[in-house]
């Protein structure tokens, strides 16, 4: 049975922003998101819709613990997730959001 979509809300359907800022559709396609705890999947979200053109963005993790409701360990744990499954680099204080094209194609390691 197929499913006819329309909008809900038809004066009200998302255009894309003039700012840089999207979620990859391949992320929940792909199963990538299967593999992170919520607070991971917080956290790359907003990594995803602070960063700019080139996927960067600077955060303290102060900042980032009292927006996100984390404690140290918890940003911590995080941010390791999302490394280990290749969907951001991190050097402080820099994050990078990283293309899932090259997730599984050994990106990884030229970090």
């Known amino acids: 049975m197929t499913i006819k979509k329309h909008?809900?809300?038809p004066h009200m359907v998302r255009q894309v922003?003039?700012?840089f800022?999207?979620?990859d559709h391949r992320l929940v396609r792909e199963r990538y998101?299967?593999?992170i705890s919520h607070s991971a999947a917080c956290l790359y979200l907003f990594l995803v819709t602070?960063?700019?053109a080139q996927g960067v963005s600077y955060y303290s993790d102060?900042?980032?613990q009292q927006r996100l409701g984390m404690d140290g360990s918890g940003l911590?744990?995080?941010r390791n997730a999302l490394m280990e499954q290749q969907l951001i680099a991190f050097?402080?204080?820099l994050y990078q959001v990283l293309a899932l094209d090259y997730r599984r194609g050994g990106y990884h390691d030229q970090l």
Do not use: F, G, N
């Open 21 to 23: 800022s999207w979620v």
């Open 50 to 52: 602070v960063s700019d």
């Open 76 to 78: 911590a744990s995080a």
């Open 17 to 19: 922003p003039d700012q």
């Open 7 to 9: 909008p809900l809300v």
């Open 91 to 93: 050097r402080k204080p």
């Open 33 to 35: 998101i299967d593999h």
């Open 62 to 64: 102060q900042t980032l």
